[in-house]
Nanobody
Framework: QVQLVESGGGLVQAGGSLRLSCAASGRTFNSYSAGWFRQAPGKEREFVAAIEWRTFSTYYADSVKGRFTISRDSAKNTVYLQMNSLKREDAAVYYC?????????????????WGQGTQVTVSS
């Protein structure tokens, strides 16, 4: 069993930065790929970024490429999402997810576990 707790969300001005954290409990977390997804009001949840557990390869949605960076600290059982140059359209609830399958965690159906979400608000 893996439990995920996100933190780091908040209000930021457009152009600013935030770093989200996803702290995991469970001995096997480091053998799970992890991803960040987001859901804005009235929209479907969408993929943001993912990191594979074995290779640490990273993947990004086109909309965040070059601005967001996903990373993980295995010793701390934590996955991070550094978000720079934030835009108003980045505002959403951000969810951390972990999956133990062979997928890249780029689709929410690959997730075995979800965090509760953290709100990111971007003001103009």
């Amino acid at each position: 069993q893996v439990q995920l707790v996100e933190s780091g969300g908040g209000l930021v001005q457009a152009g600013g930065s935030l770093r989200l954290s996803c702290a995991a409990s469970g001995r096997t977390f480091n053998s799970y790929s992890a991803g960040w997804f987001r859901q804005a009001p009235g929209k479907e949840r969408e993929f943001v970024a993912a990191i594979e557990w074995r290779t640490f390869s990273t993947y990004y949605a086109d909309s965040v490429k070059g601005r967001f960076t996903i990373s993980r600290d295995s010793a701390k059982n934590t996955v991070y999402l550094q978000m720079n140059s934030l835009k108003r359209e980045d505002a959403a609830v951000y969810y951390c997810a972990a999956g133990g399958g062979i997928g890249r965690m780029m689709a929410d159906v690959e997730a075995d576990y979800w965090g509760q979400g953290t709100q990111v608000t971007v003001s103009s």
